[in-house]
């Protein structure tokens, strides 16, 4: 299971892969989704950072 969700307030801005493209990336509908788990604290570290700069809060971390 992936740590991350984007849920439906996404606007397909593309802050989050632009900011970790390792865990998230655009669909062909032009939303986001989280594709993969972050496997470095780099990684952790940009995932957080996309959640928290989300303009509309569409990213939720699940543990």
Do not use: H, Q, W
């Not at 062909?28 to 996309?50: I, K, L, M, S, Y």
């Amino acid at each position: 299971m992936v740590n991350y969700l984007v849920n439906e307030n996404c606007i397909g801005c593309g802050l989050c892969p632009s900011l970790c493209p390792a865990v998230f990336r655009m669909t062909e509908e032009g939303r986001a989704e989280a594709f993969a788990n972050p496997t470095t604290d780099a990684e952790a570290a940009d995932a957080d950072n996309a959640l928290s700069s989300c303009p509309v809060d569409a990213i939720e971390k699940r543990d």
